[in-house]
Each structure stands twice: as structure tokens, then as C-alpha cells.
């Protein structure tokens, strides 16, 4: 069976830890989106590991990871990463990555003028400043340097001449900024294209060749549907389609190859960066979940907006999505409030909406409505069964389950592997 695992809400749901624990029992993880701007965090015994290209799935002996060719790569950024893992004693060697030859490269000049854009903005998007965004940007307009081209000295030089003698007139005449020099830029990423050579290929052809083996496929998405280039809430979103539509351009396995999709949730809602949130908590609550939490982004160690479960969002979620299961991550984080209020609906300008809106202003404006229940005041990070779980845990997972249409399979309670119900 051929599974993707992705958010459905604005990112950092938990991902990496239901990934971590479903790769087990699949024979290849594929990452189809995004860049080293996301991060999973997986908690092994009493190791962490963050992970930020590298599907987390690298963790299970023998299991190969696939980074799609919709995913932007820093080189630099992925050495290293491969680089800490091999300091723990864990080896990643080419039989278990494969990176695709059409991966577009981070380049320098799209870190710096990721921060320079954001500079003259005056509603700021909140990127990470890693670059992606003007690195899907070359990809679009077709004069971005790939994976491949690390491998080959004339198109790497004639690609990077070309660029730097556009991107300098930017960076000087716009910008004021100092103009890149092309030898600096060549030497470094043909080195990095040597030291990856052994793990790039065409994993188009390596992924469907696998599936005609009939082994199983777990695809991974990085950020959430509400950052989703398209159906997100823009312009505060991601330069990529980070929902389950994605999986099919970012590695090239074809929609009726794909047999299931579960969203990860968490029991409560994030979001890092700007944009609207309704269901956004007042100051006093917030500084309490976030603590509890631990709501610091894996990638930046930003601080994380928290509040209330909204359904209205994760409900549009899974219909874009066609999701079959949900996971509730962080149900723990909610143990010891004496209320707690679900979304059901927004209210602007004295219309009620009980579907997502795409209008920017009545997004940023809507009032939540809201559903409350009685929380259950008790830990919840020892329990291993679904019956076990406070009555009115189970009550509040019920009605998700109502107000969203679909089961939920998967019940986190706490950061390790082992702290999960699955129903």
C-alpha cells in the first residue's frame, strides 16, 4: 500500500513522530515538497532528532529515503545534515538515499534576496530567509540550476553565468547590494555535486520500478495545507503545493498509484510567521500551551501562535486532501484545562461561514464560533488504549469526528515514539 502522510493545518502538526512510526512497515519515504525551511522533530528514547531534508524514516535500518524532485535542495544544508546523522553512528549511505536529478539547488543569492524582498514589504509573508521561495521562483521562470546540472561543469557554468548576470543587476540596481562573483559560486557547488553524485538519480523511474516490485511507498509532506501555494491562505503561505496533489508532480508517481491519505492535526492549532488566525488564543493562554507544547519551530525556533481547534479549517483540509484517517497529535498538551472550545463556524459582518473563506478580509476579520466542552483534567501521556482515555478525552475526539468526517486512527499523547494510541 502507497500512503501520504501530511498537515492539515498550518504546519508543525506532528508530523515526523506518526512518519517516524508508520516507515517502519514501508519499504521507501518520500519527501515531495518544500525545502529546509520545515523541520521534523522525532524523539528516540531519550534522543532527539531534527530533521529538515532528510525524511525521518532514515532512523529504520534498511529503509530508503527518497528526496522528490519537487523539493528545492540546499546542498550545504543537506551534507551537514547527513554529516550530524554519521556523528551519531548512523551511516547514510547511496543504497539508502536517493535525490533526484531534477531537485532545483538553493542557491546563494536566493537566501540573500529571500531577506531583501522581505526588507521592502510592507505586509511582511514571515519566510524563513532559507532561500526557497526565490529558488521555486527560477524553477518557474525556467532559469533555475538542478541537481543534474551539479554533475555536469558546462551546464553549471553556462546556467550560472547566465543567472549572476541577471541576479547582479537586481541585487546592485535594486537592492544596493554587492554583486556575487561567479568563480566563488562555481568552485563551491561543483564540489557539492561530487560529494552527492553517489545519491543523485532519476527517481522518477527508481519509485515506479519499486511499485512494480510491489513493495510500499510512504510520501511525506512538509508545512500544511494552509500553506499550500494554492489553496492556502495566501499570501502567507509556502512556494509549494504541500497538499496531497503535490505528491504526484514532486515525485512523479502517477494519482492511481496512491491508495491512502492520513492528516496529522494537532488537537489544538499553530501557525509560525504572519497571517490570519481566528481561532488564536488570548496572550495568557497562549504563553501556557506554548510551554507546554514546546511550540518553538523546529527549523527557526521561532515561537508558535497557538489556539482553539478550528474545524471549519481542518474540515476544508480534508476535503481537499481526500483524506481517509486522522491522526490527533499533542492531545496530551490539553490535559489539565477545565474547558476547551472547538471552531465550528466564523461570523463577519453579521454572516455566519461554515466554510473556510478564501477572502482575504473576511479571513482576517471573522470572529470564531465556538463549541465548548469539559476537559478532563487528567494526565493522559501513560495511556496506550483508545477506552483507557478520560471520558471526556474520548468525547472531545468524538465530536472531531463528527464536525470532520473522517476517523481518527492515531492519538498521540507525548513526544516518543511509544507515546501513541492507534485505534
Known amino acids: 500500500m502507497n500512503l501520504v502522510v501530511m498537515g492539515a493545518q498550518w504546519g508543525d502538526e506532528g508530523k515526523g513522530k506518526l512518519i517516524d512510526i508508520i516507515s517502519r512497515d514501508t519499504d521507501v519515504t518520500v519527501r515531495y515538497q518544500g525545502g529546509n525551511n520545515a523541520g521534523h522533530t522525532v524523539v528516540v528514547g531519550n534522543k532527539e532528532y531534527i530533521f529538515h531534508l532528510l525524511p525521518s524514516a532514515i532512523l529504520h535500518k534498511g529503509k530508503v529515503c527518497v528526496i522528490g524532485n519537487g523539493v528545492v535542495v540546499d546542498p550545504l544544508a543537506l551534507l551537514e545534515e547527513i554529516k550530524a546523522l554519521e556523528k551519531r553512528g548512523l551511516k547514510v549511505p547511496a543504497s539508502r538515499l536517493k535525490i533526484s536529478d531534477r531537485c532545483h539547488v538553493v542557491m546563494p543569492y536566493h537566501r540573500v534576496l529571500d531577506g531583501l524582498r522581505e526588507t521592502k514589504r510592507k505586509n511582511k509573508i514571515g519566510t524563513t530567509g532559507r532561500g526557497i521561495g526565490p529558488c521555486y521562483a527560477d524553477k518557474v521562470t525556467r532559469c533555475g540550476i538542478r541537481m543534474v546540472d551539479l554533475l555536469n561543469p558546462r551546464i553549471l557554468k553556462a546556467k550560472l553565468e547566465d543567472n549572476l548576470r541577471e541576479k547582479n543587476e537586481v541585487f546592485q540596481k535594486v537592492f544596493n547590494h554587492k554583486a556575487y562573483s561567479f568563480e566563488g559560486i562555481y568552485k563551491e557547488y561543483f564540489a557539492y555535486g561530487k560529494k552527492l553524485a553517489p545519491y543523485i538519480c532519476d527517481t522518477m523511474l527508481y519509485l515506479n520500478r519499486t511499485i512494480d516490485k510491489k513493495k510500499s511507498i510512504l510520501f511525506e509532506g512538509a508545512q500544511g495545507t494552509f500553506l499550500d501555494i494554492d489553496f492556502g491562505t495566501y499570501p502567507f503561505v509556502t512556494s509549494s503545493n504541500s497538499i ?158 463528527q464536525l470532520l468526517k473522517v476517523g481518527v486512527k492515531y492519538i498521540s499523547i507525548g513526544t516518543k515514539r511509544d507515546e501513541i494510541i492507534i485505534r
Not at 481566528?278 to 508558535?304: D, H, V, W, Y
Not at 473576511?362 to 483507557?388: C, F, N
Open 244 to 401: 496531497v496533489g503535490g505528491v504526484c508532480v514532486g515525485s512523479g508517481v502517477a494519482p492511481t498509484k496512491i491508495d491512502k491519505a492520513i492528516a496529522c492535526v494537532k488537537a489544538y492549532t499553530t501557525r509560525v510567521g504572519e497571517g490570519p488566525f481566528p481561532t488564536e488564543f488570548s496572550t495568557c493562554l497562549m504563553e501556557e500551551i506554548r510551554t507546554k507544547g514546546n511550540e518553538f519551530g523546529a527549523t527557526t525556533g521561532r515561537p508558535r501562535r497557538c489556539g482553539w481547534f478550528d474545524s471549519v479549517l481542518v474540515r476544508y483540509a480534508v476535503i481537499v486532501n481526500g483524506i481517509s484517517d486522522l491522526a490527533i497529535m499533542k492531545l496530551d498538551v490539553l490535559d489539565g484545562l477545565k474547558k476547551i472550545k472547538i471552531c465550528t463556524s466564523y461570523r463577519y459582518r453579521g454572516k455566519v461561514y461554515k466554510d473556510f473563506p478564501t477572502d482575504f478580509e473576511i479571513l482576517s476579520q471573522a470572529k470564531p464560533i465556538y463549541e465548548e466542552m469539559d476537559g478532563w483534567m487528567r494526565p493522559t501521556s501513560g495511556v496506550r488504549s483508545y477506552r483507557h482515555l478520560p471520558k471526556n478525552a474520548r468525547k472531545y475526539i468524538k465530536r472531531l469526528e
